[in-house]
């Protein structure tokens, strides 16, 4: 065979499989020929500071708090343990509602919207090691804060999300989450809402998420964990190695408006998600995030669900993920899942 028909021979390697999310309506590749070994995604140990190891600003309680949640349900602030503050160094800020202008080609608008910390107070026990009932405490001090910011009129949209590690963008080793309100609608949220939409709009009102719920459940697979309000899935379409998705088993489009047995559930399914992580993969950086409906009429996202991504930071983009937002995952989803679910925490 001459060398060029051997340069363009196809190779013998297993194809990879290309997955579209039924909801964003993005592709990933699934290219298990590429694959490592589920437990080869463990990252080399990570040396955690301890309370001792530095001064840590957030070991406090600020004077300036939005709100603060006692032990037990009381109000002394010496026995705080979770705090929303004003972050320091906020991306947004409040004022009067920006006006959009116009500036040649480009649309321009100020920065206006909040930038809050949501801080837990013992320094070494991230939510992963949190009992469910702390982390029920901080679901609630993100739906306090998400119902009393609403009440702007300029906000379109209120995000959740928490930074575990230096690869995942923390900055402060000692366990947050953040809050922002922005009064656009993010890109990402916009094409999950437009996708949920579609899905309503062909099949009679019906709720992606929950058509996606009842098949999952169904098909068994990619179930990490269950309880009576939550399930724990590792998506069809996932992008990254281990991405795991927590649902509410009830529809909801509202996160704010989710009763106290979601709330529960949904903690519970999260705590147990976050230390099957860090058990099974070597306590690897992390985020996690909140999808919510946009801040508007409630009728105009009922066909929306809330819930949580969690996305374990086990791969680097490179060029061809950044070139054209298709990402590359190297373990299926349905291997990742059988993983996960023999993690024993």
């Known amino acids: 065979m001459n060398e060029d028909a051997e340069q363009t021979k196809h190779p013998s390697h297993a194809p990879s499989e290309l997955r579209q999310d039924p909801v964003s309506g993005e592709w990933v590749v699934i290219a298990t020929g590429r694959a490592k070994r589920p437990q080869d995604f463990a ?14 600003p957030f070991e406090v309680l600020f004077p300036n708090a939005h709100s603060v949640y006692a032990r037990d349900g009381g109000t ?15 991306a ?22 909040f930038h809050e910390v949501v801080i837990t107070r013992d320094h070494a026990r991230p939510l992963g090691v949190q009992t469910s009932t702390e982390a029920e405490l901080v679901l609630r001090a993100y739906q306090d804060r998400f119902r009393a910011i609403k009440a702007d009129s300029c906000m379109r949209y209120i995000s959740v ?10 900055t402060i080793e000692h366990p947050h989450s953040q809050i922002i309100a922005t009064p656009v609608i993010p890109p990402d949220i916009g094409r999950s809402i437009a996708g949920s939409h579609a899905y309503a709009q062909t099949h009679g009102g019906a709720c992606v998420h929950c058509a996606v719920l009842r098949h999952e459940l169904r098909a068994g697979e990619r179930v990490v964990y269950e309880n009576n309000d939550a399930v724990v899935l590792a998506p069809f379409a996932s992008k990254t190695a281990f991405e795991l998705r927590v649902m509410p088993r009830t529809h909801c489009a509202y996160f704010e408006e989710a009763g106290a047995s979601e709330r529960r559930g ?7 998600s976050l230390a099957r992580i860090a058990k099974g993969l070597g306590d690897p950086d992390y985020n996690f995030f909140l999808h919510t409906a946009p801040v508007g009429p409630p009728e105009s996202f009922s066909h929306y669900h809330w819930h949580i991504e969690i996305i374990p930071k086990t791969a680097v983009w490179a060029g061809f993920e950044i070139g054209t937002g298709i990402e590359i995952s190297t373990i299926s989803p349905e291997e990742a899942a059988a993983f996960l679910k023999n993690v024993i925490v």
Do not use: M
Request: charged content about 15%.
């Open 92 to 113: 947004f800020v409040g004022g009067a509602c920006p006006v959009l202008r116009e500036v040649g080609p480009y649309r321009v608008t100020d920065g206006i919207g």
């Open 76 to 90: 002394n602030a010496d026995e705080w343990l979770v705090q929303v503050v004003p972050n320091k160094y906020p």
């Open 161 to 170: 999300f928490h930074n575990h590690g230096p690869l995942a963008g923390a």
């Open 43 to 56: 990252s080399a140990p990570q040396k955690r500071a301890t309370p001792s190891a530095y001064p840590c």
């Open 266 to 272: 949904v903690a519970e399914a999260l705590t147990v």
